[in-house]
């Protein structure tokens, strides 16, 4: 499995583990072809996204995690119309970003474009 610190903008594409502003972000493989990802803070322990295997995206639909400069975690994915951001600023807080009509980073907005 893939180990990373991130420091810039970047789009999370492998099962791996992403570490980040104090954070760790995993992405793992189900053994039945999906993908699920959670999101906690590591000295706290503070569990922000669980990684439940019922929010699964299977791995052949479109699918976009990014992280942005300011370490703020986007997620879109076509299988069930998953639009969400957990802002850093907010304790990572999430948000729908298209219902609440929120300004894309440039790189995720364009890859999500298409999709939308």
Avoid: A
């Avoid at 951001?85 to 894309?104: A, G, R, T």
């Amino acid at each position: 499995m893939k180990s990373s610190v991130i420091t810039e903008e970047e789009f999370i594409t492998v099962p791996g583990i992403y570490y980040f502003n104090g954070n760790t972000l995993k992405l793992s493989n189900i053994d039945n072809g999906c993908y699920t990802f959670s999101l906690k803070k590591r000295k706290e322990n503070i569990i922000y996204i669980d990684g439940n295997i019922n929010e699964c995206f299977n791995k052949n639909s479109f699918w976009s995690i990014f992280i942005d400069e300011k370490k703020n975690v986007w997620f879109f994915n076509s299988d069930y119309g998953n639009s969400s951001v957990w802002l850093s600023q907010e304790n990572y807080k999430q948000h729908n970003f298209i219902k609440e009509k929120m300004i894309l980073p440039e790189k995720f907005s364009e890859k999500i474009k298409i999709h939308k």
